[in-house]
């Protein structure tokens, strides 16, 4: 399965003819030891009046479209063939130094990995940091993949994945108390929970291939998919879905990285009109692994 095509379609509506400010494009897949893009293409309509490709500050790839014409519908189509060559999961042995928890990071890295390592969230009853040690042994040192392992299938199994089309994630301790969000809460609870034991981790939004030939049940297909990346000494940054209980690469597309999910929102722009102008959004994700043309979880969702 190393070939996979992601096509991801945005159409917003209108009731009449507006004009568009600035939109920011993010859902170019992000090449990797385990991922390596090989095609692509953007199409937008109404054609813009300029388009252009940065890298942001964390290396991922924007393009950022201008506009000089009035519609009633505005049309993003994304298409990107990729190499995926899922990384297994990630074994550390008791000499590395990260083996057990606590553990250091390097002097030389400590300051690129602050501000993955401190909250960025309230929690003023330390509710969430509670929840967080008791993941840890009550006694002695606790093996780091224990803790990683504990919180992502922990949340898969004692929180129910609801899809919400409201903008936004929702605040770490939402989910904690309600016991239900969607992959970015899922993902946002995870990153803060494991900043409040010192752990450095990141927000990663992208894809899941969901299987045609088989049952993984997993949950997040036909949107864009969110999980987190937790980084180790000795073994980098590493992957954990805790909405499907995935660890390492296997089945996830990586488009972006980021300190914090609003940093990694595929699409944002504005129009200019009355509010009453906007109807509506829909969208159209599938993922397909090659020489297949049956479409995996095509559903009409913005975020999973």
């Not at 180790?232 to 990285?257: K, M, Q």
């Amino acid at each position: 399965m190393p070939l996979l095509t992601i096509t991801h379609r945005t159409e917003y509506h209108y009731a009449h003819p507006v004009g568009f400010g600035e939109h920011r494009v993010m859902l170019r897949p992000r090449d990797g030891h385990d991922l390596r893009m090989l095609q692509g293409a953007l199409l937008i309509t109404p054609q813009p009046a300029s388009l252009r490709w940065i890298h942001d500050v964390f290396g991922n790839s924007v393009a950022i479209a201008t506009f000089d014409q009035r519609a009633t519908t505005l049309t993003f189509d994304s298409t990107a063939t990729v190499e995926h060559h899922p990384s297994d999961e990630f074994a550390l042995t008791p000499e590395d130094r990260a083996f057990f928890y606590p553990f250091l990071y390097d002097e030389e890295e400590f300051p690129d990995l602050e501000p993955f390592i401190r909250p960025q969230y309230g929690d003023p009853d330390g509710e969430l940091s509670a929840w967080a040690l008791s993941f840890l042994d009550a006694q002695g040192s606790t093996p780091t993949f224990k803790i990683l392992s504990g919180l992502t299938h922990g949340i898969r199994g004692a929180f129910s994945y609801r899809k919400r089309h409201a903008h936004g994630t929702q605040h770490p301790l939402d989910t904690l108390q309600t016991g239900s969000g969607t992959c970015r809460d899922f993902a946002l609870l995870m990153i803060e929970a494991l900043r409040r034991l010192g752990i450095a981790a990141r927000f990663v939004s992208g894809y899941l291939f969901v299987h045609g030939d088989r049952a993984h049940g997993y949950v997040g297909g036909g949107s864009t998919h969110a999980w987190v990346q937790v980084y180790l000494p000795s073994a980098g940054w590493i992957e954990f879905d805790p909405t499907n209980g995935i660890i390492g690469s296997r089945d996830l597309v990586r488009v972006a990285v980021a300190r914090d999910p609003i940093q990694a929102v595929p699409l944002h722009g504005s129009y200019f009109g009355g509010a009453d102008a906007f109807l509506r959004m829909d969208v159209s994700i599938n993922v397909v692994s090659a020489g297949d043309d049956t479409p995996h979880d095509a559903t009409a969702a913005a975020h999973g």
